[in-house]
């Protein structure tokens, strides 16, 4: 994330054992610079500009590169930090039972030329968490000043690709089998990793944001 925005993590004050920097701390690095960027100046005192250009020592070697699609990546995590209210709920979940299904199930699924992994069964859970609290599904229409609840599940999957984070959306999570999720997770992460996603493919038809799958899961296995 901080690589992503450009924030210099030696800047950062670290709260773990030994000053190491978590992820709470680059967010409160970023609300305290929203604070300093929201606090009225002197009357007099010369305005700073917005942007500036990095500042290099005299005869260091650097280059240049112009990834319109990091620009994107970036500009879109710093919108959706400032215009999403984030959720972050931590759970311990025994997948052991879930991950023998999958075990069960996974040879018949090769078969059909698609590997069976947990995501799916993390997916569907997902659906019908936002099925019993559809508010985490449901966007504020500013200009109507209405709560839009979606009657529809769109999913936002990260995906990690040499160009940064890229998030496809699965569409319609709630009408798919866990073989149709698992054919397009697989094709989704592969356009996303070739640099072949579309606009469509990033965008969610009628939602100017889908819910989003978190890119980890911690699964502790009973032995």
Known sequence: MARELGIDLSK??????????????????????QKLAATPKEAGA?????????????????????????????????????????????DDADFTRLNELRK????????????????????????ETLKKHPLFNSSLDEAANEIIIKEYFHIGIAVDTDQGLIVPVLRDVDKKSLLDISKELEELAKKARDRKVTADDIRAARSPSPTRVPSAARISRRS
């Open 12 to 33: 950062v004050r670290g709260s773990e054992a030994g000053g190491r920097v978590v992820l709470a701390d680059v967010r409160a690095y970023i609300q305290r610079l």
């Open 46 to 90: 010369p305005a700073k500009a917005v942007a500036a250009s990095i500042d290099f020592p005299n005869g260091v070697r650097f280059s240049k590169v112009d990834d319109a699609l990091r620009q994107v990546i970036a500009r879109r995590m710093w919108e959706n930090w400032n215009a999403i209210p984030h959720v972050t709920q931590f």
């Open 104 to 127: 069960k199930f996974a040879s018949a699924y090769e078969a059909k030329g698609v590997k069976l992994t947990l995501t799916p069964f993390v997916l569907k859970a997902l659906v």
